[in-house]
């Protein structure tokens, strides 16, 4: 049976392309989707994509993927640092969770050197680009093969 992994991005993710490149790159979501998928599809996973920019959708995801997801990866971009809802939605859910983000938040200010949600995740990626959701994708499976 095929494993199935849940992406969420948080807000202004949508705008990546656009958005302060020389911090975030070149590449839109919806390119990382495609390498995310091409990625995933080589090993028979397949991907659950999502963004919004409302804290309350993300926690809605969270909750509404429950058990029906092998794996969640979530970049809650600026949420991260601030979201107590986010980290408890996080923690009722018991499958493998990795939170992201695509620049290295500890080598930029302060305030983002805080995660809220990264006690309720099994490990951290940051600081790869588009490599720390491929990075992300491998360590789901490696969490789930043991
Ligand atoms: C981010 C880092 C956050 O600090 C920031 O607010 C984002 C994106 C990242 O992917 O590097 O929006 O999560």
């Given at each position: 049976m095929s494993i199935k992994i849940q992406i969420i991005n948080g807000p202004n993710l949508n705008l990546l392309g656009k958005r302060e490149p020389d911090i975030?790159?070149?590449?839109t979501l919806d390119q990382i989707k495609l390498e995310v998928e091409k990625h995933a599809s080589k090993k028979n996973i397949s991907i659950n994509f999502y963004q919004s920019n409302i804290e309350g959708e993300i926690v809605n995801k969270i909750q509404e993927i429950s058990d029906s997801m092998d794996g969640l990866i979530i970049?809650?971009?600026?949420?991260?640092?601030?979201s107590v809802a986010i980290l408890d939605a996080l923690s009722i859910i018991k499958i493998p969770k990795i939170e992201i983000h695509i620049s290295n938040i500890f080598a930029r200010?302060?305030?983002?050197?805080?995660?809220?949600?990264?006690?309720?995740?099994n490990g951290v990626i940051c600081g790869f680009g588009l490599n720390s959701y491929i990075l992300a994708v491998d360590a789901v499976e490696s969490i789930l093969k043991k």
């Open positions: 975030y790159g070149h590449l970049n809650a971009a600026a949420f991260t640092h601030t200010e302060e305030f983002r050197h805080k995660s809220m949600i990264s006690k309720a995740v």
